[in-house]
C-alpha cells in the first residue's frame, strides 16, 4: 500500500515540475564594454551612425535553461538587448576605425542599419557540465547618401562548456555571439579591418 502511494506522489511531483517548467523567468544583465572601449573610440577616424532594430526581442523569452538537456526549467530575456548590441557593435566598428552614432548629422554620407532576425539564449545542463549557447542572425542595410547600397545577413552561435549555465554564463555567451555577428557584418558590407 505505501509503494503505491510512494509512487502516486513521486508520478504528482514529476507532473507539478514539467507543467511548471518554463514558467519562471531568468534576466540577463547587460553586456559590460570592454574598458578599452574609450581608448578605442578615441582614436576612430570616422562616425559612423547607426540605427538598431530589436523591437520583438525585448519583450520576449530568448530561450531556456535547460535541466539533463531536454527539460525546460527557465525562460531567459534580456530588457537590454539594443544597447548589448550597441555596444558590442561600437567594439566592432572601432576595430575598423569607425565611431558609431546613434543619429546621422548633416556631414553623414553613410548610414547603417541592423536588425535582429533572429535570436535565441540557451542553458544545457549536460549533468557534469553546462553548455551555454547563444545564436544571432542579424541583417543590415547601408545607406550612402540615402541610398540603398548594399544588404546583407549574417548569423553567429557561440557556444562553450562552464561549470554553470546561470545568467552571467549565458550573458557571454550573448555578448560573444552579438561581437562576432557585428564582425561579420561588417565585414559583408565591406567595412574591413585595417591592415
Known amino acids: 500500500m505505501v509503494r503505491r502511494f ?11 515540475v514539467t507543467l511548471l517548467t518554463g514558467c519562471f523567468a531568468s534576466e540577463l544583465p547587460p553586456v559590460e564594454p ?15 551612425p547607426v540605427r538598431i532594430q530589436t523591437q520583438a526581442f525585448n519583450e520576449r523569452s530568448l530561450g531556456h535553461q535547460y ?15 539594443t544597447s548589448d548590441l550597441r555596444t558590442q557593435l ?30 535565441s539564449v540557451n542553458g544545457y545542463d549536460l549533468l557534469v557540465v553546462r553548455k551555454p549557447t547563444a545564436s544571432v542572425t542579424l541583417s543590415a542595410k547601408l545607406y550612402e547618401k540615402g541610398q540603398l547600397m548594399r544588404t546583407c545577413e549574417e548569423s553567429y552561435t557561440a557556444t562553450n562548456t562552464a561549470h554553470y549555465a ?13 561581437l562576432h555577428g557585428s564582425y561579420k557584418i561588417l565585414d559583408c558590407l565591406g567595412f574591413k579591418q585595417p591592415s
Do not use: H
Open 67 to 81: 535541466l539533463f538537456f531536454i527539460i525546460p526549467v527557465t525562460r531567459v530575456y534580456t530588457p537590454t538587448l
Open 90 to 119: 561600437s567594439v566592432a566598428c572601432g576595430m575598423r576605425g569607425y565611431r558609431c552614432s546613434d543619429e546621422p548629422t548633416s556631414s553623414s554620407v553613410r548610414m547603417l542599419e541592423i536588425t535582429v532576425q533572429d535570436l
Open 166 to 178: 546561470f545568467a552571467a554564463e549565458l550573458q557571454s555567451a550573448l555578448g560573444e555571439a552579438l
Open 34 to 48: 570592454p574598458s578599452a572601449l574609450g581608448k578605442l573610440l578615441s582614436v576612430s577616424d570616422s562616425t559612423l
Open 6 to 16: 510512494a509512487g502516486a506522489r513521486w508520478l504528482l511531483n514529476f507532473s507539478l
